[in-house]
């Protein structure tokens, strides 16, 4: 595997680790996608660089769906920290439907809604 060959401190560890949790929640094998990115995170801390919110982002996504909303809500300001910046993209993702009731996830996305009207108005 490429943890293996590359290590966990390399910036592609992160990318292949998703990838897997990725296709595990396609399978509808949230628990095992969740538990896969929590030990990754866990493992390696916060690798990668500045743009890769993508890759938390998608973190958040498999969370989300296997009910694991506390995670997901660190996993959001994690790619929030990286770059993600789509407040609207937030509240409309069928895969984080599981925590639009949550207030740190209101909160969240009325922040980058926030933002981004005040950047758009500069």
């Known amino acids: ?3 293996q060959a590359l290590g ?6 992160l990318a292949a680790l998703q990838l897997v949790g990725t296709a595990l929640a396609y399978e509808h094998r949230y628990q095992e996608a ?8 866990e493992n390696q801390g916060k690798a990668g660089g500045k743009d890769d919110f993508h890759v938390w982002y998608s ?6 769906a296997a009910n694991r909303h506390e995670e997901a809500i660190r996993y959001l300001r994690e790619a929030v920290h990286r770059g993600y910046n789509d407040g609207n993209g937030l509240m409309t993702d069928d895969d984080l439907r599981g925590l639009r009731h949550n207030s740190d996830f209101q909160t969240l996305a009325a922040t ?9 108005s500069r």
């Not at 969740?34 to 995170?41: C, Q, S, T």
């Not at 973190?59 to 989300?64: D, G, I, K, L, N």
């Not at 980058?112 to 758009?120: E, G, V």
């Open 59 to 64: 973190f958040a996504c498999v969370a989300s």
């Open 1 to 3: 595997m490429q943890l």
């Open 112 to 120: 980058l809604n926030r933002t981004s009207a005040t950047t758009q």
């Open 34 to 41: 969740a538990k896969l990115f929590h030990d990754a995170i």
């Open 8 to 13: 966990p401190d390399h910036p592609d560890t």
